[in-house]
């Protein structure tokens, strides 16, 4: 059967959108559910479905064009089916063993409710990325717009807690608006069966295809709302980086994103995560405001937990510029250092990715910014992490008989 996804009915409820869809043929597999739910902190009621119909485009897109499929809706906003397009190409350009097609019917429709007054929107998680864009576009008051169902889960009431307030603290200290959304579009796809299609790519579905756009176009109905200008969504990755490295959120796809007259900028690529820390740190002083930077993927509960590799790599980050991660979210004491030392020792693998594109730029920093006592910190300068690296005991921890022992134990324990 050829493969299609149909969107039946898009309606509202108050502050909740429902999408009603049916996928056919080979694509029908990749999607757990027909339904698709997202509540704003606003009322929808007089939004048009051209534009309350673009959250579901975003999550299904990049599947209608991996399966070549067709998706039929009643009308999809003129601005967003003029764009698209392209976004499509800087897939085909990020992913040259993939073959993309497929197409979009539905009736363009034009935008019409944009008052003269044009704002603009800033994606905020609240990590070194996010304030480093929200510093740069301070000047422009930017609403932010914060996504739970993304990196915290929707069963994570304690961690959305978490991350509301420290966005609500984070909008109060800078005199700016925030808004929210809660959305299920991680539990729409099935994703097991969505990274098996994209294999080949060398990426996951979500960090690979889904991860720019998923999340850009739940704010065409903020922008629509709010007359947006621009929407600016961090970048993850430098641009010297470009052709080395894959991401679903990319100038390349990013930027091709319109919708409702609003534009999105794909912001902070011409900084590495290094150059951004010392841009946040710069940015604090001027202000007199030291922000709580939230990075940790390993907790739930939306804290870091201050000893996984990402809260060491951003602590790091700061000391080597000479600031004190106390002051930015984390706890950092001569003990820690320590139990960071022996963690790098016995616990964390890094990869040999890892250490060139963001150990080596924090080793340099240390050697030319750093005032205070290296001598705490000479276990991870030099070579000392790639050596460290290549313990017996970490070489094990790589291999297949490890990576089994660990699942079976796994299994016997929850069987227990
Ligand atoms: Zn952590």
Redesign the pocket.
């Known amino acids: 059967m050829e493969n299609k996804v149909i969107v039946n009915e898009v309606q509202v409820n108050g502050n909740k959108l429902i999408c009603d869809f049916r996928a056919y043929g080979e694509i029908e597999k990749c999607f757990l559910k027909n339904e698709f739910e997202v509540e704003y902190d606003f009322d929808l009621t007089d939004i048009p479905k051209s534009i309350l119909v673009i959250p579901l485009l975003g999550d299904i897109l990049p599947l209608v064009w991996l399966y070549k499929a067709e998706i039929v809706a009643e009308e999809i906003d003129a601005d967003f089916l003029e764009e698209i397009g392209k976004a499509e190409d800087g897939f085909r350009e990020m992913y040259p063993m993939l073959s993309f097609g497929g197409k979009i019917t539905a009736r363009a429709v034009k935008s019409t409710s944009v008052s003269k007054e044009r704002k603009v929107g800033c994606f905020f998680s609240g990590g070194v990325d996010a304030f480093t864009t929200l510093y740069s576009h301070l000047e422009e008051k930017p609403l932010l717009i914060t996504i739970w169902g993304s990196d915290i889960k929707l069963d994570d009431i304690d961690g959305w807690g978490n991350v509301e307030h420290h966005v609500k603290k984070t909008a109060k200290d800078f005199g700016l608006s925030y808004t929210r959304i809660k959305s299920d579009f991680r539990g729409l796809i099935n994703e097991k069966v969505a990274n098996r299609k994209v294999r080949i790519s060398g990426d996951g579905w979500w960090h690979g295809f889904s991860c720019g756009m998923g999340l850009i176009c739940h704010a065409a109905v903020i922008a629509y709302k709010y007359s947006l200008k621009n929407v600016y969504i961090a970048s993850s990755f430098p641009a010297y980086l470009k052709g080395q490295y894959t991401c679903g959120s990319d100038p390349v796809i990013d930027n091709n994103i319109k919708y409702a007259r609003c534009s999105t900028v794909h912001d902070g690529y011409e900084m590495d995560r290094q150059q951004k820390v010392r841009y946040i740190l710069e940015k604090s002083e001027h202000y007199g405001i030291k922000p709580h930077l939230r990075v940790?993927w390993?907790?739930r509960g939306g804290k870091?937990?201050?000893?996984?590799e990402?809260?060491y790599r951003t602590i790091l980050e700061i000391v080597s510029e000479n600031g004190d991660p106390n002051q930015y979210g984390f706890n950092w004491n001569e003990d820690s250092i320590k139990r960071c030392e022996e963690d790098f020792r016995k616990k964390i693998d890094l990869s040999e990715k890892r250490i060139q594109w963001s150990y080596e730029s924090i080793i340099k920093s240390f050697n030319n910014h750093y005032n205070g006592d290296k001598n705490a910190y000479s276990w991870m300068l030099g070579d000392n992490l790639i050596v460290m690296n290549k313990t017996i005991l970490k070489q094990f921890k790589r291999t297949i008989v490890y990576r089994g022992l660990r699942k079976a134990l796994r299994i016997v324990r929850n069987y227990i």
């Open positions: 940790c390993e907790s870091n937990c201050g000893h996984c990402k809260c």
